[in-house]
């Protein structure tokens, strides 16, 4: 891994922050000084995490589990997509879908119709179809292509989310704090750290700023995948070559069978986890047939239109009926008369007790 120097976070600069009044005061720790009414980031402690961050993920990757990089700001999007694209890892640029991380079955149904899609033009269902139809399933294609094209390859749930911006993000961070995901983000002034595992004290707002860190972040991702490329290659080497020498007697089997019993039940409950996963996902996730991406295709027009296409005019028209019951449900209930006795019979009264008197 290369050393990160101060001077060249420095030239990027990751040492802006944001201004002193929108600062939040649980970054004090990673403030330097002010000036000019903006909080300066200590880059010291910046190249301290970003190595700490470096370090972790490298270890993610080399495990085999995917990383996913969010970035929807604008400085950020086409930065990310190359940089991430390169190591080969998901990513998103566009807007974050709901929903993404706690309902991975609905969103793997959404990459499904992608592939159904893909499949359609292969065996020459595509070309069945009408002139009309094509151009909608064309357009779907486009759409999924560009919110979800990225992801495609992730069968599960990632094993760490590296945000830029977290207070942009804050749906993806809540999403993965509910699953326990790992958290690393580069993190403002302006942003709570406590939400993250992993910080990166960092101005997340200039392009180049954001450039310098995610090149060191990659970088990191790079070493942990080809550390597991060794290793794999490593273990298919010992395997087909034979290097392991088997012992000639039960007695000297013995210590090795007892210290190899722990590693064989972690690695056995390890994948027992893993295919389970996969194997629920792929269950809940139904095969997408050709009818259904062409009824949702043809769909899709139909309601934005329906929504267009409200009349005005009703709602007017709701408006007297609608106040009118709220005056009726407003009304106090009828008041029950009661019979009062009138003002000559009251007179009348009086008089008689006078004569008798």
């Given at each position: 891994?290369?050393?990160?120097?101060?001077?060249?976070?420095?030239?990027a600069?990751?040492?802006?922050?944001?201004?002193?009044?929108?600062?939040?005061?649980?970054?004090?720790?990673?403030?330097?000084?002010?000036?000019?009414?903006?909080?300066?980031?200590?880059?010291?402690?910046?190249?301290?995490?970003?190595?700490?961050?470096?370090?972790?993920?490298?270890?993610?990757?080399?495990?085999?589990?995917?990383?996913?990089?969010?970035?929807?700001?604008?400085?950020?999007?086409?930065?990310?997509?190359?940089?991430?694209?390169?190591?080969?890892?998901?990513?998103?640029?566009?807007?974050?879908?709901?929903?993404?991380?706690?309902?991975?079955?609905?969103i793997?149904?959404?990459?499904?119709?992608?592939?159904?899609?893909?499949?359609?033009?292969?065996?020459?269902?595509?070309n069945?179809?009408?002139?009309?139809?094509?151009?909608?399933?064309?357009?779907?294609?486009?759409?999924?292509e560009?919110?979800?094209?990225?992801?495609?390859?992730m069968?599960?749930?990632?094993?760490?989310l590296?945000?830029?911006?977290?207070?942009?993000?804050?749906?993806?961070?809540?999403?993965?704090?509910?699953?326990?995901?790992?958290?690393?983000?580069?993190?403002?002034?302006?942003?709570?750290p406590?939400?993250?595992?992993?910080?990166?004290?960092?101005?997340?707002?200039?392009?180049?700023?954001?450039?310098?860190?995610?090149?060191?972040?990659?970088?990191?991702?790079?070493?942990?995948?080809?550390?597991?490329?060794?290793?794999?290659?490593?273990?298919?080497?010992?395997?087909?070559?034979?290097?392991?020498?088997?012992?000639?007697?039960?007695?000297?089997?013995?210590?090795?069978?007892?210290?190899?019993?722990?590693?064989k039940?972690?690695?056995?409950?390890?994948?027992?986890?893993?295919?389970?996963?996969?194997?629920?996902?792929?269950?809940?996730?139904?095969?997408?047939?050709?009818?259904?991406?062409?009824?949702?295709?043809?769909?899709?027009?139909?309601?934005?239109?329906?929504?267009?296409?409200?009349?005005?005019?009703?709602?007017?028209?709701?408006?007297?009926?609608?106040?009118?019951?709220?005056v009726?449900?407003?009304?106090?209930?009828?008041?029950?008369?009661?019979?009062?006795?009138?003002?000559?019979?009251?007179?009348?009264?009086?008089?008689?007790?006078?004569?008798?008197k």
């Open positions: 891994m290369s050393k990160i120097e101060v001077k060249d976070l420095l030239d600069g990751v040492h802006f922050g944001h201004l002193t009044r929108k600062w939040n005061p649980n970054m004090a720790p990673y403030i330097y000084m002010e000036r000019n009414g903006i909080h300066i980031i200590n880059l010291y402690k910046s190249v301290a995490k970003i190595e700490e961050a470096n370090e972790a993920l490298s270890k993610i990757a080399a495990s085999g589990r995917k990383i996913l990089f969010v970035a929807t700001k604008k400085q950020a999007k086409d930065i990310v997509s190359e940089k991430v694209a390169n190591v080969n890892m998901p990513y998103i640029t566009e807007r974050w879908p709901g929903g993404m991380l706690t309902n991975f079955v609905t793997r149904k959404a990459v499904k119709k992608m592939a159904a899609i893909d499949k359609m033009k292969a065996d020459g269902t595509f069945t179809l009408s002139k009309k139809e094509k151009l909608q399933v064309d357009r779907l294609r486009a759409k999924l560009k919110n979800l094209g990225s992801i495609s390859d069968t599960r749930l990632p094993g760490a590296f945000i830029v911006d977290i207070r942009r993000e804050h749906i993806a961070v809540k999403e993965a704090q509910k699953l326990n995901i790992p958290i690393f983000a580069m993190v403002d002034t302006n942003a709570d406590r939400d993250v595992d992993y910080v990166i004290p960092a101005n997340d707002d200039a392009s180049k700023s954001i450039e310098k860190i995610m090149t060191l972040v990659t970088e990191a991702v790079a070493e942990g995948l080809k550390e597991r490329q060794k290793d794999k290659a490593d273990a298919d080497a010992a395997a087909t070559e034979g290097e392991v020498v088997a012992p000639t007697t039960a007695e000297e089997a013995a210590p090795a069978v007892e210290a190899a019993k722990p590693a039940k972690k690695t056995k409950a390890a994948k027992k986890e893993v295919v389970e996963e996969v194997a629920a996902v792929e269950e809940a996730v139904e095969e997408v047939t050709a009818e259904e991406v062409i009824e949702e295709a043809k769909a899709a027009p139909v309601e934005a239109a329906a929504k267009a296409e409200k009349p005005a005019k009703a709602k007017k028209a709701d408006k007297p009926a609608k106040a009118k019951k709220a009726e449900a407003a009304a106090p209930a009828e008041v029950v008369e009661t019979e009062e006795p009138a003002e000559d019979a009251v007179e009348d009264t009086d008089e008689e007790t006078k004569e008798e």
